[in-house]
């Protein structure tokens, strides 16, 4: 039997809750992703081209194999109505091993 995948969790914040539905349901139903969640109520400050912005966003935390991160990435850049979108993809390095397993199946397995 072969090695698990590697399961990650990537962020992404969207202006709101319509466009972070779009994108978690593309996400879904192309098996790209076994769950994202949306988090609303996050305000995020930071510097865009020169200038202070402040902005309410919705948070999605998508959970997917590493395999998957270069898809989610073209699904979420196509969907998305940011320029340039914080997209981040970090290492699950530990946690439940039935919740793990159930993102290996449910994001196309060991065979993808």
Avoid at 14 to 41: D, F, H, M, Q, W
Avoid at 62 to 85: A, F, G
Wanted: aromatic residues 6%; hydrophobic residues 40%; negative net charge.
């Amino acid at each position: 039997m072969g090695e698990q995948p590697e399961v990650v969790l990537i962020f992404s914040t969207v202006g709101s809750r319509e466009e972070g539905e779009r994108i978690a349901t593309a996400l879904i139903e192309r098996k790209e992703a076994a769950c994202v969640n949306l988090v609303p109520g996050l305000t995020s400050i930071y510097s865009w081209e020169g200038k202070l912005c402040r902005q309410e966003e919705v948070l999605l935390l998508v959970k997917t194999l590493r395999r998957r991160i270069p898809d989610v990435i073209e699904i979420v850049r196509r969907l998305h109505s940011y320029q340039v979108p914080e997209i981040i993809a970090v290492s699950v390095t530990d946690g439940l091993p039935e919740y793990l397993k159930w993102v290996v199946d449910e994001a196309g397995g060991p065979g993808g």
